[in-house]
């Protein structure tokens, strides 16, 4: 279906455009936001991501599944601007731009009401957090796997990588966790 969405689109068929937009704005947001761990960041992927579709269609292989193109980009793009991120610093120290205040005082607000927080449980809000402080080389293979619930192959695809690579990088992951959830779990 997103193969001959994508054929029309390519032809100047706006509304297969914002079908595919339908279909896979949700989805790129949900990956985008555990990758960047920030809503504003992760808007401005989603948006990035349908312009370069949009500019790109003539580039779409219509062999590949048209969903591993989409999250290829979006994915290649969340990388791109972790890579641009300043060094992290502790939260815990305070800040010399803003007196008084320390990193966890700074932390953008990612709009939480209280009924979305009270479905958010500690479990859950300690795991967000430490799939976080992954190496960035780990965290996009964790996020497609976990969050978009992708195959090794279809990761594979999507991150260009032998099915291998994405194992062990799945492997190290999980023991990444593991190591820094024990404590805290």
């Given at each position: 279906?997103?193969t001959?969405?994508?054929?029309?689109?390519?032809?100047?068929?706006?509304?297969?455009?914002?079908?595919?937009?339908?279909?896979?704005?949700?989805?790129?947001?949900?990956?985008?936001?555990?990758?960047?761990?920030?809503?504003?960041?992760?808007?401005?992927?989603?948006?990035?991501?349908?312009?370069?579709?949009?500019?790109?269609?003539?580039?779409?292989?219509?062999?590949?599944?048209?969903?591993?193109?989409?999250?290829r980009?979006?994915?290649?793009?969340?990388?791109?601007?972790?890579?641009?991120r300043?060094?992290?610093?502790?939260?815990?120290?305070?800040?010399?731009?803003?007196?008084?205040?320390?990193?966890?005082?700074?932390?953008?607000?990612?709009?939480?009401?209280?009924?979305?927080?009270?479905?958010?449980?500690?479990?859950?809000?300690?795991?967000?957090?430490?799939?976080?402080?992954?190496?960035?080389?780990?965290?996009?293979?964790?996020?497609?796997?976990?969050?978009?619930?992708?195959?090794?192959?279809?990761?594979?695809?999507v991150?260009?990588?032998?099915?291998?690579?994405?194992?062990?990088?799945?492997?190290?992951?999980?023991?990444?966790?593991?190591?820094?959830?024990?404590?805290?779990?």
């Amino acid at each position: 279906m997103e193969t001959r969405l994508a054929r029309l689109a390519r032809k100047g068929d706006q509304r297969a455009f914002a079908e595919i937009v339908e279909l896979y704005k949700d989805k790129l947001f949900h990956l985008a936001n555990r990758m960047m761990s920030n809503r504003q960041e992760a808007e401005d992927i989603v948006q990035e991501t349908f312009l370069r579709v949009y500019k790109h269609l003539d580039r779409y292989d219509e062999n590949q599944k048209f969903s591993t193109w989409i999250y290829r980009i979006a994915t290649n793009l969340c990388i791109d601007r972790l890579r641009k991120r300043r060094p992290v610093y502790s939260l815990d120290a305070e800040s010399s731009d803003h007196e008084g205040l320390d990193g966890y005082a700074m932390m953008p607000s990612d709009d939480r009401t209280p009924e979305s927080e009270l479905l958010l449980s500690e479990t859950q809000r300690i795991i967000h957090e430490t799939i976080e402080t992954l190496p960035l080389k780990y965290r996009a293979v964790m996020a497609l796997r976990y969050f978009q619930d992708m195959s090794l192959q279809e990761i594979s695809e999507v991150l260009e990588m032998p099915v291998t690579t994405v194992k062990t990088r799945v492997h190290r992951g999980r023991e990444f966790l593991r190591k820094k959830l024990e404590p805290k779990l």
